[in-house]
């Protein structure tokens, strides 16, 4: 099995709460399901409110790790290190969280999704250190900058 693809998503323009339901959208309409994991249970609570009203002609159906029926979520948020039980097909790592902390979380996965503040050198440090971790570990592992219009480019 090939590992996953790992996206870096350099933050620039916009914060995690107006592109991360976006990026949710996308692969909810590739008939994917998605995992968020953040950095800390506090986090995963404010992603979980901010997702029920981010847009008012939008709705995403998602759930809190270890709420009544997690598992046929087609979103689930949950702190660090938590498995998907929604049986992911796509892993975002928000707010700190990082995918080399415990590779196992990335099999049977189509792409996992690191998202970092641009503005923080603490979140640009550390994204850089778990680029160097995933390239040596052997994962195919791109780099995504946004653009001033919100979308995003290519640059590695």
């Known amino acids: 099995m090939m590992p996953a693809e790992i996206f870096f998503y350099h933050l620039q323009m916009q914060p995690l709460e107006a592109t991360l339901p976006v990026l949710l959208e996308k692969c909810l309409e590739k008939g994917w399901r998605a995992f968020v994991q953040t950095g800390s249970e506090e986090r995963a609570y404010v992603l979980d409110t901010h997702l029920w009203s981010w847009r008012e002609d939008s709705f995403l159906a998602h759930g809190l790790h270890g709420s009544a029926h997690a598992e046929h979520q087609p979103i689930l948020i949950a702190p660090q290190g938590v498995p998907a039980a929604n049986e992911a097909h796509v892993r975002f790592f928000v707010d700190g ?11 049977g996965l189509e792409r996992a999704i690191l998202m970092f503040d641009g503005s923080s050198n603490e979140a640009l440090q550390a994204a850089r250190i778990s680029w160097k971790a995933l390239k040596e ?3 195919p592992v791109t780099y995504w900058q946004q653009t001033p219009r919100g979308g995003w480019e290519k640059k590695a």
């Open 97 to 107: 969280a990082r995918p080399e902390e415990k590779l196992t979380l990335l099999e």
């Open 137 to 139: 570990a052997g994962y």
